[in-house]
C-alpha cells in the first residue's frame, strides 16, 4: 500500500484531459444529433416527428449507465467490437442528442407564431424559413440552456469508469485501491469535477441574466 502523493494526484489530474475530450465528443455530436431531432420534432413531416419523438422517449426515458451497457456489452453480439472509448462517446452522443434536441424544440417553438406567420407569408420554404427567420432567433434563447446541459455532459462522463473507460472517476478509483484513502482521493476527485463545471454554471446564469435583460428591453 503506497500514501496519497504527488504522482497520485498528478494522475488523476491527468485523466481529467480524458473526461474533457469525452465531454467535448459528446457536446459535438450531441449537437449534430440534437439539431437534427430538433428540426425534424417541428417539421411538416409527420414520419420525421414520429421517428424524432421516438428516439428522444427512448434515451430520455432509459438510464444513461443502461446504455452504456447495451452498447459496450452488446456490440460484440452482434459482432462489432468496441472498446471502453467509443462505447462511452457513442452513449452519451446518443443520450445528449436526445436532451439537446427536446430543448432546441422547445426554442424554436418559442418563436412568437408572428414571425412563423410572416414567413409563410413571404413564400419562404420550410427549409429557408428555418434558417432565415425561425433559427437565428431561437439560437439566442437556446445558448444559456445548451451552455447549462453541458455541466450535465460533464458529470454524466462518470458513469464511463464502469465499462472502464479511464477518466477521472475511474483515475480516482484506480488510486484508491492503491491508496485506500478514499476520503482524500475523492475529495480531490470532486474538486476537479467542481473546477470543471462551476464557471460553466456561472456562465450559463450570466447568459440567462442577460437573455432576460434584453427579452424585458
Known amino acids: 500500500m503506497r500514501t496519497?502523493?504527488?504522482?497520485?494526484?498528478?494522475?488523476?489530474?491527468?485523466?481529467?484531459?480524458?473526461?474533457?475530450?469525452?465531454s467535448l465528443m459528446a457536446f459535438v455530436g450531441g449537437g449534430i444529433v440534437g439539431l437534427?431531432?430538433?428540426?425534424?420534432?417541428?417539421?411538416?413531416?409527420?414520419?420525421l416527428r414520429g421517428w424524432s419523438i421516438g428516439f428522444i422517449q427512448l434515451f430520455r426515458g432509459t438510464p444513461l449507465l443502461l446504455q452504456l451497457f447495451l452498447i459496450f456489452f452488446g456490440a460484440p453480439v452482434i459482432g462489432i467490437d468496441v472498446n471502453p472509448w467509443l462505447a462511452a462517446g457513442i452513449a452519451l452522443t446518443?443520450?445528449?442528442g436526445a436532451f439537446l434536441g427536446e430543448i432546441w424544440r422547445g426554442c424554436i417553438e418559442a418563436i412568437p407564431g408572428g414571425q412563423w406567420?410572416?414567413?409563410?407569408?413571404?413564400?419562404?420554404?420550410?427549409?429557408?424559413k428555418m434558417r432565415d427567420?425561425?433559427?437565428?432567433?431561437?439560437?439566442?434563447?437556446?445558448?444559456p440552456p445548451t451552455?447549462?446541459?453541458?455541466v450535465q455532459i460533464v458529470k454524466g462522463t462518470?458513469?464511463?469508469?464502469?465499462?472502464?473507460?479511464?477518466?477521472?472517476?475511474?483515475?480516482?478509483?484506480?488510486i484508491n485501491n492503491a491508496t485506500f484513502e478514499p476520503m482524500l482521493v475523492f475529495s480531490v476527485v470532486a474538486v476537479i469535477y467542481f473546477l470543471l463545471c462551476w464557471p460553466l454554471s456561472l456562465l450559463a446564469a450570466r447568459m440567462e441574466r442577460r437573455l432576460a435583460a434584453s427579452l424585458v428591453r
Request: charged residues 15%.
Open 4 to 22: 496519497f502523493g504527488y504522482s497520485e494526484f498528478l494522475y488523476i489530474l491527468e485523466a481529467a484531459r480524458w473526461t474533457i475530450g469525452l
Open 36 to 47: 437534427t431531432l430538433a428540426l425534424s420534432r417541428t417539421s411538416e413531416s409527420r414520419m
Open 94 to 96: 446518443l443520450n445528449s
Open 117 to 128: 406567420e410572416a414567413a409563410d407569408a413571404l413564400g419562404l420554404s420550410y427549409r429557408w
Open 133 to 143: 427567420v425561425v433559427l437565428p432567433q431561437a439560437l439566442k434563447i437556446a445558448v
Open 147 to 150: 451552455v447549462g446541459y453541458l
Open 158 to 174: 462518470s458513469l464511463a469508469a464502469i465499462i472502464g473507460f479511464t477518466e477521472l472517476t475511474r483515475a480516482g478509483q484506480i
